[in-house]
Nanobody
Framework: QVQLVESGGGSVQAGGSLRLSCAAS????????MGWFRQPPGKEREGVAT???????NYKDSVKGPFTISIDNAKNTLYLQMNSLNPDDTAMYYC???????????????????WGQGTQVTVSS
């Protein structure tokens, strides 16, 4: 089992930045893939960015450039730096992990078996 706790969400104005953190505990050795997902109001959950334990990244096309995913394996912490935020980025953001091996971790929520409780990001215009 892996426990995931997100932090760092909040309210910002368009053009602002936030950094999300996800602290992992438990059987973290089994977390080969980790990622950030989001669920806008009234919409389905979608993949934002993922990373392997070796640092191979995968991004949703619309966030390439402004968003950066990173992992500190020594601290068992996943990060998402979000710059140039716009109102379309408003969503509940979730951290997820899975033990299966992928060359590049998928952006499909159904591929992950461990989830955090989420942190809200609200971007105002």
């Amino acid at each position: 089992q892996v426990q995931l706790v997100e932090s760092g969400g909040g309210s910002v104005q368009a053009g602002g930045s936030l950094r999300l953190s996800c602290a992992a505990s438990g059987d973290t050795y089994s977390s080969y893939c980790m990622g950030w997902f989001r669920q806008p109001p009234g919409k389905e959950r979608e993949g934002v960015a993922t990373i392997t334990s070796g640092g191979v990244t995968n991004y949703k096309d619309s966030v390439k450039g402004p968003f950066t995913i990173s992992i500190d394996n020594a601290k068992n912490t996943l990060y998402l730096q979000m710059n140039s935020l716009n109102p379309d980025d408003t969503a509940m953001y979730y951290c997820a992990a899975d033990s299966r091996y992928f060359l590049r971790c998928p952006l499909v929520p159904g591929s992950y078996n461990f989830w955090g409780q989420g942190t809200q990001v609200t971007v105002s215009s």
